[in-house]
T-cell receptor, first 115, second 112 residues
């Protein structure tokens, strides 16, 4: 059974360019989380969706960041325009809350470098 | 300027010894806890979880202990192996919120 799939695995871009990160949830999962990880700030939750609906986007740093779930199994995180301080590893995770537990399963991450 | 990053606690153990990684959580309402392992260049990987109605849970070579009185969680790894070298995160989930709150992590290094 495939885990969470993210693409691309690595992205190098120039400041001002648009970046789109992609995530495919584990089949049957209905919650999706986007995180950012840096040495300075650790693992930060950006936004999460439940049944395709954004529930909490308070972690999204600026209007330059946007996330969508066009269907139940796929999500995108877009940064436009990108800035060097956006350089980080971006993870998505999915879960299927059962009986009060909510184990999130993480993808391999996308390492973003903005020059 | 000075590069000030997160100062991860570190733990070094000899191969074959037992490891204990500790975590203090902040929210007394948290009712579900997870330990994740993150190897270099990879995403966090689920290890073991525990609900607040339990104080101990065992898996394969790992045991999680929960002390709600002092809001403390620990992960014990038996017979630590080189492949256990990684950063270990605890995470807590409280009530109906779907978010997990992650700790800053502990770097475990297994010495040959």
């Amino acid at each position: 059974d495939a885990g969470v799939i993210q693409s691309p695995r690595h992205e190098v871009t120039e400041m001002g360019q648009e970046v789109t990160l992609r995530c495919k949830l584990i089949s049957g999962h209905n919650s999706l989380f986007w995180y950012r990880q840096t040495m300075m700030r650790g693992l930060e939750l950006l936004i999460y969706f439940n049944n395709n609906v954004p529930i909490d986007d308070s972690g999204m740093p600026e209007d330059r960041f946007s996330a969508k779930m066009p269907n139940a199994s796929f999500s995108t995180l877009k940064i436009q325009p990108s800035e060097p301080r956006d350089s980080a590893v971006y993870f998505c995770a999915s879960s299927r809350p059962v009986g009060g537990t909510d184990t999130q399963y993480f993808g391999p991450g996308t390492r973003l470098t903005v020059l | 300027g000075e590069n000030v990053g997160l100062h991860l606690p570190t733990l070094s153990v000899q191969e074959g010894d037992n490891s204990i990684i500790n975590c203090a959580y902040s929210n007394s309402a948290s009712d579900y806890f997870i330990w994740y392992k993150q190897e270099s260049g990879k995403g966090p990987q689920f290890i073991i979880d525990i609900r607040s109605n339990m104080d101990k849970r065992q898996g394969q070579r790992v045991t999680v202990l929960l002390n709600k009185t002092v809001k403390h969680l620990s992960l014990q790894i038996a017979a630590t192996q080189p492949g256990d070298s990684a950063v270990y995160f605890c995470a807590e989930n409280s009530g109906s919120a779907r978010q997990l709150t992650f700790g800053s992590g502990t770097q475990l290094t297994v010495l040959p």
